[in-house]
């Protein structure tokens, strides 16, 4: 019986599903590189995922369903992390561009202005702004 298969609960479910959403954004371009592949031991450690789960994760991230937040600073702080996992390898692919997209649409943002939000979050990201400025920044885009 692989990891998946066990029940998780509360954080850790929660860790698990956000770390799944990171990974389907590394692997948007079919290859973790070198900084995604840093990032994501870093957000592994930081989430206390063990290694078997990582592992199951990188081979199977759609295994894994999303877990939104109940919390809007919560939502946009993932989208802010998840934006910042495209543009490690200083380029951000259609593919990746897309795939944040749905994972925007499952974090609450309104599927009439997601591309609007998503495409103000990677310009954000390439202007290495912190967490309070992306805030303020996604928060005047997506009024809701």
């Known amino acids: 019986m692989g990891i998946a298969d066990y029940n998780l609960r509360g954080e850790q479910k929660k860790n698990v599903a956000y770390f799944a959403s990171i990974v389907k954004l590394a692997l948007a371009d079919a290859i973790i590189s070198e900084g ?72 609450g943002v309104p599927t009439n202005n997601v591309e609007k939000v998503v495409d103000e979050a990677i310009h954000l990201t390439l202007n290495d702004n912190d967490l309070d400025d992306f805030t303020s920044a996604i928060k005047r885009v997506n009024k809701i």
């Open 36 to 107: 995604e592949e840093k990032l994501l031991k870093r957000l592994a450690k930081r989430f206390h995922i063990m290694q078997e789960m990582y592992d199951e994760i990188i081979e199977n991230p759609s295994k894994f369903s999303m877990v939104t937040p109940h919390s809007y600073e919560e939502r946009i702080e993932q989208l802010y992390l998840l934006a910042k996992m495209i543009y490690v390898d200083d380029e951000v692919s259609k593919k990746e561009a897309r795939t944040l997209r749905k994972i925007a649409v499952g974090l």
